[in-house]
C-alpha cells in the first residue's frame, strides 16, 4: 500500500514506524523539518517537509496514488482540512485524528463520508475508556476483550501470597485447562514463557481466561476485587471529563484542577456526582482535608507525565488501592510501570494501535497493542489447508516470540494445550513480541 501520514508527531511516527516494517510505502510529512530526521535508524520510509494542506505539497508527495492518507497533526481542524482535499486529489482513503466528540456520532458518518473523510479517531475518548475498564476491574493492570468478548486477555501483578508464586509453568498444568499463561513482565523485559520458566512475586502475569473462569484469576494472583465507589481525579483534561461522564452516576467523583477559570468552566461540563475542586493534586494537606484516606481510586490525567506518576505514589503512600495515570512521556513508561502505579495510560499507544488495527488485512480482526508489555495481541482466523491445521499445537514450530492463547470454535471458547488440534475457521488468539505478529499470520494462511 501507498501511505501519506501527515504530523510526525509520536501518533504519526510510532504508527510510520509500525507500518515500515511490513513493506508499505509510507511518506511521513510534516512542516517542522526537525521532527522528521530519524538519526541512526533504519526505517524504510520517505519523509517530506511541507503542509498537508497545500494542494502543491499534496501532489508532491504523490497523493493521486495513495491508498490511504492518515492525518494525525496535532490540530483537529488540519486534519478534517487535509483529508477533505486527500480524496478529492484522488487518495483512496482517509483516516483523520479528532478531538470533537460530535462528528463520531452515527447520525453524522454520511456527512463526513461525502466530505471525503473515510475514519476518525479520538484519542482522549479512547483513553478515558481505558480508565473506565481499570476501574471497574481495579485488581487488574490490562484488560483485553477479544473475539467479542468470549476470550479475556488480562494482566495482573503476582503478589507473595499467590499460589504461582514461585512455580514453575509446568507444575501448573490443571486438568481442567481454566487459564493460560501467555506472558510474563519482568522488570523491562517481557517473557513468552516455557515449561521451564517461573512466576516471581512482582511478575505482571498475561493470562488468556474464558468469560466464565477470568473471576478466578484475583483469587490465583493473590488479589482481592473490590468496587470502586469513590474517586479522586486529578486534571481538568478532556480525558478527565470523558472519564467522568463514563463512570457510573453512582460514582462519587472528586475532581481537582489547578487553573481556577478552567475549574468553573468544568462545571458547565460535568454530571452531578461530581465535585470540583480549585487545588493541585500534589497538595497533601488538601488531599487529606477532601478524604484521599477513604477513595477507592486516584487518576492523574494533568498533561505532565512526571506529575501523574508523583501524584499516583502519594495516593499510594495514602493507601488507595487503585491508581491511574497518563504517562505521555514514552520514556517514562518502564519507569512507571516498576514504581508500582496501578494502570498507565498512554493515549498515543492507545490511538496508534487503533488506526493499526484498522489497518491490517481483514482476517486479523482484532489487534491491539499492549501498552505495559511490548507485545501485539490479535485474533486470527486459520484458513484451509493453513498450515496450522495441519498437526497438533505441539508439534508446530511456532515463529520465536510467538504462543497461542485460545481459540473460539462454533461460537465456543477454548483454551489451547499442546494437543489441540486447530480446525479451518478457528479464531486463534496470538500473542507476539515485538515484530512477530506478520510471522505468526503466515502460519495462518
Known sequence: MNIVIAGAGAVGTHLAKLLSMENHDIVLMDLDKEKLSFTGSNLEMMTMTGSCTSLKDLT????KEADLFIAVTPEESTNITACMLAANMGAKKTFARIDNYEYLLPKNKEFFDKLGIGSMVYPEMLAAKEIVSALKRPWVRQWIELCGGAIILVGVKVRENSELANKHLFDLSNAEKKFHIVAIKRNNRTIIPTGKDQVLPGDIVFFTATKENVEELPRIAGKTSFEVKNVMIMGGSRIAIRTSQYLPDSTNIKLLESDKEKSYKLLEKLPGNVTVFHNDGRNAEFLLQEGIEDMDA???VTGNSEANILACMAAKR?????????VE???????AENLDIGSIINKK???????YRFLLSADVSNVKSLTIANADVAEIIARPNSYITKKEVKKITLPKNVTLGGLIRNGEPMMIDGETLIEPYDHV???CLDDSLREAEKLFH
Do not use: H, P, Q
Open 318 to 326: 495514602f493507601g488507595v488501592r487503585k491508581t491511574v495515570a497518563e
Open 60 to 63: 508532491e508527495v504523490g497523493i
Open 429 to 431: 488468539v496470538v500473542f
Open 329 to 335: 512521556n514514552m520514556d517514562y513508561m518502564s519507569m
Open 349 to 355: 499507544l492507545i490511538t496508534v494501535s487503533n488506526i
Open 298 to 300: 486516584f487518576v492523574a
